[in-house]
């Protein structure tokens, strides 16, 4: 995978950035949809497919991009199809730390230092290339405004921002409503996006479900419906509770 082309994480985390105060909208769920956007984005490269409600890898090979790369190697060694909702809940340490990281390395954003209450460091960052957002934006806003079947890329990243609840930070107040719903139904528009999406949606609302099963023969209780605790992530390191880190809080 070449680099001349922006990842999926790196655009739905470009999006969740506030242009003037640096603040990231959404940082919770805005995790989790940085997980899913990796999944998206190792289908579009033709590394993994769904399988159900489940992701299964195709071909193990490198991507190029380290960071796709790890999370490829870590679905690999699963050795079987994976619950998407299980591999999105599932501990991800530093994710969005390195995804702006990786983009300050690129010069599309720039780090501040500052001070919560004047004592605990905090890091914000701030657009420095505003074209590149501009035209990420415009991709979902014509999406929305022709009604015109969006291509793959676009239609995921729609199906991520309305999972992970940006459609009020992109299109605020009443007058962005009908936006909001139009985003919201671009999630059809493509398979594994919504897949993804809608597991997003399922790990914050805590309905990480077993997929139903088939009717239970006469005389034997049926089983459909059981919830089951998410899978850990093997081999990613625990993520701490509230997503904080050593050196600096991260909005």
Do not use: F
């Not at 530093?94 to 004592?119: D, K, P």
């Not at 905090?122 to 415009?138: C, G, L, V």
């Not at 049926?222 to 089951?228: N, Q």
């Amino acid at each position: 995978m070449g680099r001349s082309r922006r990842t999926l994480p790196e655009e739905l985390l470009l999006l969740a950035l506030d242009p003037t105060t640096g603040t990231t909208a959404q940082p919770q769920s805005l995790d989790l949809g940085l997980a899913g956007a990796q999944l998206v984005e190792l289908a579009l490269a033709g590394r993994i497919a769904p399988d159900g409600d489940r992701i299964a890898v195709v071909a193990p090979r490198p991507t190029g991009d380290p960071t796709l790369d790890c999370a490829l190697e870590l679905l690999r060694r699963r050795g079987a199809p994976v619950r998407a909702v299980n591999w999105i809940g599932g501990p991800r340490l530093g994710l969005r730390q390195t995804y702006l990281s990786h983009l300050e390395r690129c010069g599309m954003v720039h780090a501040v230092a500052g001070q919560m209450c004047g004592v605990l460091p905090t890091t914000r960052y701030q657009a420095t290339d505003t074209e590149i957002s501009r035209e990420i934006r415009s991709r979902l806003d014509s999406a929305i405004r022709t009604g015109v079947p969006p291509d793959p890329r676009t239609a995921a990243l729609a199906a991520l921002a309305h999972a992970v609840g940006l459609g009020k930070h992109l299109y605020p107040g009443n007058e962005g409503r009908s936006s909001r719903s139009r985003l919201r139904d671009l999630i059809r528009h493509d398979p594994m996006g919504g897949l993804v999406a809608h597991a997003v949606m399922d790990v914050q609302n805590g309905a990480v479900a077993q997929p139903r099963r088939s009717p239970a023969p006469a005389g034997r209780p049926a089983t459909a419906g059981v919830r089951s605790a998410p899978e850990p992530a093997r081999g990613v390191p625990m993520q701490p509770r509230h997503g904080s880190m050593a050196r600096a809080v991260v909005h």
